[in-house]
């Protein structure tokens, strides 16, 4: 099993609609979760952060984890063409205290 | 305040040379991280500083890949006798605080753009 395992898309959702995103994680014991955009050639930028189960929201994104079934994800409310990017997940390891990125979400917002 | 900052944005080289590449993390983050991104593919982990010391080097590619970070500030990446393979988007990163600690959000630089010809 992948340290941290998204599906890598695309992932093709209207204009308007929601936008789910997934991840799983191996490690039993991790603390800290984390949610980036990355645009074409630029560098991710943090969406979420998200430390205890449960839902945290934030504008039109919000982040529900689960650490009994180890998965955290991402929702994103009325999808907006310019939300089309790639949903990095990220996930420490506490054995070395290393974060662990995950390969990827494509998400595309069809207009 | 200011973000990360990497120099240069890009750097195109002759294989067979030597390059460095310069990360200046946000000022007071004790954890700085290396990362490579080839085109398409996902972040690749080259190594991670807790201050001045690197505990995981695991993820450099090869001997001929080092780091140092100085004064708990500044770092920088060397590549040694660089090939094509090498080529590739450099990201640097820095958090508060170390992994699991709550202070662990990584911020990334612009990156560095390395085309080895």
């Known amino acids: 099993q992948k340290e941290v395992e998204q599906n890598s898309g695309p992932l093709s959702v209207p204009e308007g609609a929601i936008a789910s995103l997934n991840c799983t994680y191996s490690?039993?014991?991790?603390?800290?979760f984390f949610w980036y955009r990355q645009y074409s050639g630029k560098s991710p930028e943090l969406i979420m952060s998200i430390y205890s189960n449960g839902d945290k929201e934030d504008g039109r994104f919000t982040a529900q984890l689960n650490k009994a079934s180890q998965y955290v994800s991402l929702l994103i409310r009325d999808s907006q063409p310019s939300d089309s990017a790639t949903y990095l997940c990220a996930v420490n390891r506490n054995r070395d205290d290393k974060i662990i990125f995950g390969k990827g979400t494509r998400l595309h917002i069809l207009p | 305040g200011a973000g990360v900052s990497q120099s240069p944005s890009n750097k195109v080289t002759e294989k067979g040379k030597d390059v460095e590449l310069r990360c200046d993390p946000i000022s007071g983050h004790t954890a700085l991280y290396w990362y490579r991104q080839s085109l398409g593919q996902g972040l690749e982990f080259l190594i991670y500083?807790?201050?001045?010391?690197?505990?995981?080097k695991s993820g450099l590619p090869s001997d001929r890949f080092s780091a140092e970070r100085t004064g708990g500030s500044v770092s920088t990446l060397t590549i040694q006798r660089t090939q094509q393979e090498d080529s590739a988007v450099y990201l640097c990163a820095s958090s508060l605080g170390a992994s699991g600690s709550g202070t662990d959000t990584q911020y990334f630089g612009p990156g560095t753009r390395l085309t080895v010809l």
């Open positions: 490690d039993r014991v991790s603390q800290s």
């Open positions: 500083f807790q201050g001045n010391s690197a505990p995981d």
